[in-house]
Nanobody, 122 residues
Framework: HVQLVESGGGSVPAGGSLNLSCAASGATWDGSMAWFRQAPGKEREGVAAITTADESTYHADSVQGRFTISQGVAANTVHLRIDSLRPEDTAIYYC?????????????????WGQGTQVTVS
């Protein structure tokens, strides 16, 4: 199993920015990593995904232009840059790993999940 640890969450004012990070350990693979979020009272949704082999990225329409996923310099590290934060971005943000390159936001394809990091926008 892969262990995923998120960091970088916090409380920020609307319009601000955050950089979330996800560090994976325990295994290496060529597949996908993604960020999901779950707001209070809502279902979890995928916001950004990246294919680890060629760094192809995919962003949900709802966050296009404000969220940017990227692969870190360190192996198996993924970042999520969030700009122009809005109150509706308040959620727990989860990092997930999949062995499939085409997983995008299919939750069933993601077998490993982090504990999440809270982002609160006021």
């Amino acid at each position: 199993h892969v262990q995923l640890v998120e960091s970088g969450g916090g409380s920020v004012p609307a319009g601000g920015s955050l950089n979330l990070s996800c560090a994976a350990s325990g295994a290496t693979w060529d597949g996908s990593m993604a960020w999901f979020r779950q707001a209070p009272g809502k279902e979890r949704e995928g916001v950004a995904a990246i294919t680890t082999a060629d760094e192809s990225t995919y962003h949900a329409d709802s966050v296009q232009g404000r969220f940017t996923i990227s692969q870190g310099v360190a192996a198996n590290t993924v970042h999520l840059r969030i700009d122009s934060l809005r109150p509706e971005d308040t959620a727990i943000y989860y990092c997930a790993a999949s062995p499939y390159t085409t997983a995008k936001f299919r939750e069933a394809d993601f077998g490993d999940w982090g504990q999440g990091t809270q982002v609160t926008v006021s």
